[in-house]
């Protein structure tokens, strides 16, 4: 049977593909409720996030950076920095980004966020769905990247 969070993705994800082909970014979806989305940089560089959406809506997605050569998850050497949300520790700093939060991630930088109350949070801003997730890391890649979190 298929779950409420895997339908609620699956409708999501739709869209997520749409707005990848029309912006050039590559897209691999690894199972119902995971998925690799390449994006550029203003350099050149693609950047590629493993995002799992295991509870969304309830809980956000977890943003990780990745590798899609060797499989590797959250090495600095894929990793941006710089921008509003490319926090030093190597986790997008955002509440629809469940690694952001202490409590679940030792990276995390917050404490003070309530995780199961993200959509909430003024930090979130627009961003209630993976599609606009998505625009806002692609954004911050064009505009505010300042290269890799480690050599």
Same mark, same amino acid.
């Given at each position: 049977?298929?779950?409420?969070?895997?339908?609620?993705?699956?409708?999501?994800?739709? *869209?997520?593909?749409?707005?990848?082909?029309?912006?050039?970014?590559?897209?691999?979806?690894?199972?119902?409720?995971?998925?690799?989305?390449?994006? /550029? *940089?203003?350099?050149?560089?693609? @950047?590629?996030?493993? !995002?799992?959406? =295991?509870? @969304?809506?309830?809980? /956000?997605?977890?943003?990780?950076?990745? #590798? +899609?050569?060797?499989?590797?998850?959250?090495?600095?050497?894929?990793? +941006?920095?710089?921008?509003?949300?490319?926090? +030093?520790?190597?986790?997008?700093?955002? /509440?629809? #980004?469940?690694?952001?939060?202490?409590? !679940?991630?030792?990276?995390? +930088?917050?404490? =003070?966020?309530?995780?199961? !109350?993200?959509? #909430? #949070?003024?930090?979130?801003?627009?961003?209630?769905?993976?599609? *606009?997730?998505?625009?806002?890391?692609?954004?911050?890649?064009?505009?505010? @990247?300042?290269?890799?979190?480690?050599?």
């Amino acid at each position: 049977m298929t779950s409420p969070a895997a339908l609620l993705v699956k409708v999501e994800l739709d *869209a997520l593909k749409e707005n990848a082909g029309l912006m050039g970014w590559t897209f691999e979806e690894i199972d119902d409720l995971t998925f690799v989305l390449g994006l /550029p *940089a203003k350099d050149g560089v693609t @950047y590629h996030l493993r !995002v799992r959406c =295991d509870g @969304y809506s309830a809980t /956000p997605p977890a943003w990780h950076w990745c #590798n +899609p050569a060797t499989g590797k998850i959250d090495d600095p050497r894929d990793t +941006p920095r710089g921008g509003n949300f490319f926090h +030093p520790s190597g986790v997008i700093c955002a /509440p629809w #980004n469940r690694l952001a939060y202490t409590m !679940v991630d030792s990276r995390g +930088p917050h404490s =003070d966020w309530e995780i199961g !109350v993200w959509q #909430n #949070n003024p930090h979130t801003k627009a961003c209630h769905s993976l599609s *606009a997730m998505a625009l806002r890391i692609a954004h911050e890649l064009t505009k505010k @990247y300042e290269g890799r979190l480690a050599a």
